[in-house]
C-alpha cells in the first residue's frame, strides 16, 4: 500500500486560490490513480477531482470543474491540488486518496486514505 500524506489548507477569504500538497511513499506510487476528496461538516464525504496513474487523463465534480486542477508531476511523488477562485461552499477536509484506477477511485473504491487537511474560505 501506498502512504499518503496531505498539506497546504488554511483559512482564506473567497475568490483567492490554495494548492493543495498529497505526497506517497512508496515504491509503486506510480501505479496508482490518484484523486481527492472532501468532507463538511454534517455531510458525507464527496468526490472533488481524480486523475489516472500516467497523469493524462483527469477528472472533476461539476461543482469544482474550471475552477481546480489535479495534477502529479512526472518522476515526482507528489499529487496537487491547485484550487482558484475559492467560495465558501469549498469548506471543508480535503482528503487524498489511491486506487487501482481512476475508476475505483472515482467510485471511492480506494485502497488508501490521508489524514486529511483542512481548507476554511470566509467570505
Known amino acids: 500500500q501506498v502512504q499518503l500524506v496531505e498539506s497546504g489548507g488554511g483559512l482564506v477569504q473567497a475568490g483567492v486560490s490554495l494548492r493543495l500538497s498529497c505526497a506517497a511513499s512508496g515504491r509503486t506510487f506510480k501505479n496508482y490513480a490518484m484523486g481527492w476528496f472532501r468532507q463538511a461538516p454534517g455531510k458525507e464525504r464527496e468526490f472533488v477531482a481524480a486523475?489516472?496513474?500516467?497523469?493524462?487523463?483527469?477528472y472533476y465534480a461539476v461543482s469544482v470543474k474550471g475552477r481546480f486542477t489535479i495534477s502529479r508531476p512526472y518522476a515526482t511523488n507528489t499529487v496537487y491540488l491547485q484550487m482558484n477562485i475559492l467560495e465558501p461552499g469549498d469548506t471543508a477536509v480535503y482528503y487524498c486518496a489511491a486506487g487501482r484506477n481512476q475508476i475505483d477511485v472515482r467510485s471511492r473504491d480506494v485502497e488508501s486514505w490521508g489524514q486529511g487537511t483542512q481548507v476554511t474560505v470566509s467570505s
Open positions: 486523475i489516472d496513474w500516467s497523469g493524462g487523463t483527469t
